[in-house]
């Protein structure tokens, strides 16, 4: 995902330019599954598509070869991943390809995992069916990096968002609910949750700010559909009657094996889901616990002392700060907790900006780790 440009526009071909931009509409929904999109052309002329929604339904090549019909004989089909040629919770997409007769197949990348990689092209190219690949592989593996971040490190891509003030504080007073960003930086939060899988917060900020954590229109309706709300802690366990634990929507605690076996089960009573790591394994334990659970991708909305433990620790994959122009002073709280990333005198970089824009009067800048 790129916030702030079109990761699409690095796809010469317009047919698979089209799969992936299928592709997208699955974003937020297909974890534990990758997002998929397909489509079939005939005589150049595009006679099916479809698009992997979400774990359980069918993957994209069949959605498309259905919307295809008798079309698909002979047809050149355009799919975004290799092809699965094995069973999971549905029979592999290579036999169905194969099935219905389609004469060419071009793929934008490999499939990562070991036991399958190859497997599925290679058994269409034995069965006769032309196979290309992409020129680049760079868009589709962008637009499945939490997917694969989860298949490589066992916890799902983390993504984190800070608002802060001019002079880089994230609240206007230590342990006091603030608004620091104005309609830009909300609109920049709704559009980073709307396509997340999950939100995670700390648990502090559950008990200091008691946030929802839903996506709501500019009337502040709630829409459809609402990422996984997740609230990460070590020991704490935040009060019953907080919004994310009472309001229906359902919120899972990762909490550590260290707290209050009574506290957890209070909450466990009322409905919220736990999942407990072990202490000494810290944020990575909690995040591959995130993972287990089926999460490819989350959206963490960070205080300081998990934004400093995620960094000290190098658990962030992308850092989007909003900020917005007013100052703090030193009233509010530094966002870092930590020694400086420092080479001797000087600053030592370990995260490059990638992305910056204006949205309303807030900046937005995103980060990655140099890598
Ligand atoms: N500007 C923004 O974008 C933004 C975003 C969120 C919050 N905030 C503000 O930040 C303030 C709260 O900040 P905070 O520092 O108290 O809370 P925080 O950084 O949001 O979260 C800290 C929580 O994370 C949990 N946690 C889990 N693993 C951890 C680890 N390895 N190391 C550290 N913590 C871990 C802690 O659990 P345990 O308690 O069990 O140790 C703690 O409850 C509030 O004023 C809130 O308004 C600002």
Redesign the pocket.
Known sequence: MLLLSDPAVGISDPYLRHAFSLAERGRGTTSPNPLVGCVVVRDGEVVGEGFHARAGDPHAEVVALDSAGEAARGAHVYVTLEPCNHFGRTPPCVDRLLAEGVAEVTIGMRDPDPSVTGNGADALAAAGVIVHWAEDPRPFEKQNEGWLTRIRLGRPFVRV????TIDGR??LAA????R?TGAGGRRVTMALRRQATAIA?????ID??DPVLTVRDAEERPEERSPGRIV?????VPAVRSRVFSDGGGCTLVTSEAASADEVAAVERDGVRVLRYAYAE??SG?LAAVASDGVNDVLV???????S?LWRSRLIDELVLVTAGGMSGNAGPPLFLGTADSDGADLAPVFHAVEAGVAEGDAVTVWRPRV
């Open positions: 968002k800070i608002a802060l994230p609240a342990r006091r609910r603030s620091i917060v700390g648990a502090s900020t200091i700010d990460l802690s070590r020991t704490c810290g944020l909690a909305e960070a205080g300081p002392s998990l934004f433990a």
